[in-house]
């Protein structure tokens, strides 16, 4: 079921921000929109969520426009909650307070219950008293996040959730967001300059340059079918090589060391391994000079020769 269209959305300052944007979200996705600095992801959340008009087209959630700032008199969808880089906080309340603040409606149990969930959930134990004004950017951020769980709307967009997050709550918030998908059936939008870190929750990755949407496909396709080498470093590290006349673009566990013959053949010389748990990172050169790194669940120096296998 269809909850959110963009439909021919663009937006011009005294440049070209967006240009005839086309977007279809259904219900209970998650959409990861992936682009370089510039490429108009943030303006697409704003414009998406109501606090931004666009110079030309509509966004139409459920059924219904989406009015911006020049027609609403208080900015924002209530039912599309938007975490961007303002965070957008009761700065003189505790972090206790803005996230109690969102649950009014829930009896005092449930309440409890939530916030100390939430609290857990983006490890603010420590600074549960402490006004949000004196927080740090990561934990402002993290409070926002926290906050807008805490509302439970229909859809929520994220801007840059990551930033500010380490590994272990990066990977919570994304075990939070599926659980709250398959509960809840919320859907998602966020948008990320890093493609890797949207492959292990995204239904589907927008890839956005200049203003426009030059490809929608599933994290599969974008890692191991990438258009470019520009495109593929942006999910992650590509190796690119030289073979004859030819270049060779593959991602490091693209590889056998048993070949066949129609593979292509790397000759190498191998520089040194890092182990990143659970994984090696094995750093070779080729008979070119060239650098390139495969991945492997043991050191491998003493491979002389690899294979390019395909993936996906």
């Given at each position: 079921?269809?909850?959110?269209?963009?439909?021919?959305?663009?937006?011009?300052?005294?440049?070209?921000?967006?240009?005839?944007?086309?977007?279809?979200?259904?219900?209970?996705?998650?959409?990861?929109?992936?682009?370089?600095?510039?490429?108009?992801?943030?303006?697409?959340?704003?414009?998406?969520?109501?606090?931004?008009?666009?110079?030309?087209?509509?966004?139409?959630?459920?059924?219904?426009?989406?009015?911006?700032?020049?027609?609403?008199?208080?900015?924002?969808?209530?039912?599309?909650?938007?975490?961007?880089?303002?965070?957008?906080?009761?700065?003189?309340?505790?972090?206790?307070?803005?996230?109690?603040?969102?649950?009014?409606?829930?009896?005092?149990?449930?309440?409890?219950?939530?916030?100390?969930?939430?609290?857990?959930?983006?490890?603010?134990?420590?600074?549960?008293?402490?006004?949000?004004?004196?927080?740090?950017?990561?934990?402002?951020?993290?409070?926002?996040?926290?906050?807008?769980?805490?509302?439970?709307?229909?859809?929520?967009?994220?801007?840059?959730?990551?930033?500010?997050?380490?590994?272990?709550?990066?990977?919570?918030?994304?075990?939070?967001?599926?659980?709250?998908?398959?509960?809840?059936?919320?859907?998602?939008?966020?948008?990320?300059?890093?493609?890797?870190?949207?492959?292990?929750?995204?239904?589907?990755?927008?890839?956005?340059?200049?203003?426009?949407?030059?490809?929608?496909?599933?994290?599969?396709?974008?890692?191991?079918?990438?258009?470019?080498?520009?495109?593929?470093?942006?999910?992650?590290?590509?190796?690119?090589?030289?073979?004859?006349?030819?270049?060779?673009?593959?991602?490091?566990?693209?590889?056998?060391?048993?070949?066949?013959?129609?593979?292509?053949?790397?000759?190498?010389?191998?520089?040194?391994?890092?182990?990143?748990?659970?994984?090696?990172?094995?750093?070779?050169?080729?008979?070119?000079?060239?650098?390139l790194m495969l991945l492997s669940w043991e050191p491998l120096n003493s491979v002389e020769r690899a294979y390019v296998r395909r993936k996906g």
């Amino acid at each position: 079921m269809k909850i959110l269209s963009v439909n021919g959305v663009s937006l011009s300052y005294d440049r070209e921000v967006l240009k005839g944007v086309e977007l279809v979200v259904k219900k209970g996705e998650i959409i990861s929109v992936v682009g370089r600095s510039g490429a108009g992801k943030t303006s697409l959340l704003k414009i998406i969520a109501g606090t931004l008009d666009p110079t030309e087209g509509e966004v139409l959630f459920n059924g219904k426009k989406v009015e911006g700032p020049s027609v609403s008199l208080i900015p924002g969808h209530p039912e599309i909650s938007l975490v961007n880089q303002d965070f957008k906080l009761d700065e003189y309340h505790t972090v206790e307070e803005n996230i109690y603040g969102q649950i009014l409606y829930l009896p005092r149990a449930e309440r409890d219950k939530f916030t100390e969930e939430l609290i857990s959930l983006m490890e603010l134990d420590e600074v549960r008293k402490q006004k949000a004004h004196t927080l740090s950017g990561g934990e402002q951020q993290r409070l926002a996040l926290a906050r807008v769980l805490a509302s439970e709307p229909e859809m929520i967009l994220l801007d840059e959730p990551f930033s500010h997050l380490d590994g272990g709550l990066r990977k919570k918030l994304i075990h939070y967001l599926l659980e709250l998908r398959r509960v809840r059936n919320t859907t998602v939008l966020l948008v990320s300059h890093d493609g890797s870190e949207t492959l292990g929750l995204s239904d589907r990755i927008v890839l956005m340059k200049k203003g426009r949407i030059v490809r929608v496909g599933n994290p599969l396709s974008f890692y191991y079918k990438p258009k470019s080498l520009e495109d593929g470093r942006i999910f992650g590290v590509m190796n690119s090589v030289r073979i004859g006349s030819e270049r060779f673009h593959f991602r490091p566990d693209e590889y056998s060391i048993e070949g066949g013959n129609d593979e292509v053949i790397l000759e190498l010389k191998f520089l040194y391994s890092s182990f990143t748990g659970p994984m090696y990172e094995n750093y070779f050169e080729d008979k070119n000079g060239e650098s390139l790194m495969l991945l492997s669940w043991e050191p491998l120096n003493s491979v002389e020769r690899a294979y390019v296998r395909r993936k996906g």
